[in-house]
Structures are given as structure tokens and as C-alpha cells.
């Protein structure tokens, strides 16, 4: 974990979030600005920057976050309508929380 980081001291409960998905490996939480009617953040539990600074042994993390996004979009009832994922990776990508976060929208 990184002291500074928003999104660890989410996890580590500091910060509070409407939590709609948890397991072992990945956290989903309602973003706080959304944009759209269904906004939500996946985030992996372990401190990773960005998706460039990840380590290929830890991308695996990336299934267990689409996994975690199939089972929310299906208890949401969008998994067939459609969404949208996104992963912003650097300041010149639209990073703002530097800690990796892929970004679900869909509308109800």
C-alpha cells in the first residue's frame, strides 16, 4: 500500500466508498463524479501505478478485474445492453489517481 494514494486508503477502509464488488484480489466502488448512470471504479487490492508500470507477473490482476466487471454488468442488468471499460494510463493518457483503474459505464 501507498500512504498517499486515495485508492489504497479505500481499500485499507480509511476513506469511505459505496463498495459494489470485493473479493481477495479487486475492489469495485461507485466513482464519486460519474458519468453516467452506472460509473463505477475496478481496482486492483495491490499498489500498481499505472497499467505501463506493471509488472507482467502481476497482469494478471487484469483478469480478475474483468471477471469482477462480467459479474457486477450481469447483476446490473447491462451485460447484454452494453458498456464501456477504460483504463487511463498517464498523465498524458487522463490518469488523475495513479493507481490502476479501469473505469465502467453503462446506462440502465
Do not use: R, W
Not at 483478469?63 to 452494453?82: M, R
Amino acid at each position: 500500500m501507498e500512504p498517499n494514494c486515495i485508492f489504497c486508503k479505500i481499500i485499507e477502509k480509511q476513506i469511505p466508498a459505496e463498495i459494489i464488488f470485493e473479493n481477495a484480489s479487486v475492489l469495485g466502488f461507485k466513482d464519486i463524479s460519474p458519468k453516467a448512470p452506472i460509473h463505477y471504479l475496478f481496482i486492483p487490492k495491490k499498489h500498481l501505478a499505472s497499467l505501463a508500470e506493471t509488472p507482467k507477473e502481476d497482469l494478471s490482476v487484469l483478469c480478475d478485474i474483468y471477471s469482477a466487471i462480467q459479474e457486477v454488468t450481469k447483476k446490473e442488468g447491462v451485460d447484454k445492453s452494453g458498456y464501456k471499460t477504460t483504463i487511463h494510463t498517464g498523465k498524458g493518457g487522463g490518469q488523475i489517481v495513479f493507481h490502476l483503474h479501469v473505469h465502467l459505464l453503462a446506462q440502465k
